[in-house]
């Protein structure tokens, strides 16, 4: 694609600010021209903020004819309904996580972005930061040997006023619980790094909430590798976030990652040398949030992809990955049984 990509998004709620300044970083490649959201109010705040024409109704705003890429920020359970919509006007779909709540919805997706010779991105900017791209590469290179153990936390705080917010949020059709959207980056961490799955057991509970959904659980995960992984989730921790950690345990290397949100390189130690272990005292960073500062890097990759000259960081397939690892322990707590990957639908 050559000149300058005209992106639309549609869902102007918290996270949509990440994608509209990160796109303001690229202003000779992309512009944001149009936003959309079913509420009046916020489409017009946004739209006005950031000089964008505004609507309230998707299907209005992808018939204008000059949008080349949808950035999806509205309610999980939408981003399929809302990225097919955009698929079939061949526009390129860029989708928070998770892509979808449901394994078929979300091949429903991939399909249609396949058949209409669109790309589509999920959003997984934390493997952008610049922690997990160290042990990213510890990994490839084969430092820790064979890995035996990989521990994640996620001990965070979601108040009731939180999911009383807005409607969709703990629904089983529209979100999912603190697997699906909170812990879901982390999910995701844990497959990209160690995965692939072998099978999984997990208890999940609400336990204080009053949402459909979890607010907590445990998953223990057997890798295809050999190696074991659990996976810690709540949502309830008193009185704010506490850590967002992953700690991996191998035969020639240990290394923690903390923080609140895996920007902290806590431990880091390896049998022999590389030259990146200089690199781990400056890795280290303060995110804003917990949503951290990867949106920029992503849409980089985006817009790299678009122009021809990268291949995508997270593709649908990629994106449907740790989506299918949250569904199977959805299903080992709801059956009480372990399950094995690949999952059936
Ligand atoms: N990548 C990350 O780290 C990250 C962080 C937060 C949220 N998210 C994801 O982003 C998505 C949105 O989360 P949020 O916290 O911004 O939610 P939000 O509720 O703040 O915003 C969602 C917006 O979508 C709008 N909307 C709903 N239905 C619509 C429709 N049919 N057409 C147009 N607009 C519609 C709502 O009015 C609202 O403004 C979720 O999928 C969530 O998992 C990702």
């Given at each position: 694609m050559k000149g300058i990509i005209n992106f639309g998004l549609v869902g102007c709620g918290r996270i949509s600010k990440n994608h509209v300044e990160a796109l303001a970083k690229f202003t000779e490649d992309a512009r944001l021209v149009a936003v959309c959201d079913v509420n009046a109010e916020k489409a017009k705040k946004t739209g006005e903020q950031y000089a964008a024409d505004y609507y309230t109704n998707l299907d209005d705003m992808l018939s204008?004819?000059?949008?080349?890429a949808i950035s999806i920020c509205t309610p999980s359970g939408l981003h399929p309904m809302h990225g097919i919509a955009a698929a079939k006007k061949k526009l390129h779909v860029i989708t928070e996580k998770p892509m979808a709540t449901s394994l078929k919805k979300a091949d429903e997706l991939i399909s249609a972005c396949d058949e209409n010779g669109v790309q589509l991105f999920v959003v997984?900017?934390?493997?952008?930061?610049s922690t997990l791209q160290l042990v990213k590469r510890a990994i490839d290179k084969g430092?820790?040997?064979?890995?035996?153990m990989v521990i994640v936390n996620v001990l965070w705080a979601r108040p009731q006023s939180y999911y009383d917010d807005a409607k969709w949020r703990g629904t089983w059709e529209f979100d999912g619980g603190a697997f699906m959207n909170q812990a879901s980056h982390y999910v995701d961490m844990i497959e990209w790094l160690i995965g692939p799955v072998e099978s999984v057991s997990a208890f999940t509970g609400t336990l204080a909430r009053k949402i459909e959904t979890e607010d907590s659980g445990v998953a223990a995960i057997k890798f295809r590798n050999g190696a074991f992984g659990s996976i810690n989730v709540t949502m309830l921790t008193y009185p704010k976030n506490l850590e967002g950690s992953l700690t991996i345990i191998g035969e020639t290397g240990t290394v923690r990652v903390g923080g609140i949100a895996v920007n902290k390189i806590e431990h880091w130690e390896f049998q022999d040398y590389d030259d990146d272990d200089k690199l781990v005292g400056t890795s280290t960073y303060n995110p804003p949030n917990v949503y951290g500062f990867g949106h920029t890097g992503y849409y980089k990759n985006v817009i790299d992809t678009l122009k021809g000259t990268a291949d995508p960081d997270t593709d649908g397939r990629e994106g449907r990955k740790s989506l299918e690892l949250i569904l199977g322990i959805y299903k080992a707590a709801r059956e009480g049984r372990s399950i094995p990957l690949p999952l059936e639908y």
């Open positions: 204008r004819g000059d949008l080349d997984k900017q934390n493997r952008l930061n430092r820790f040997g064979r890995i035996y």
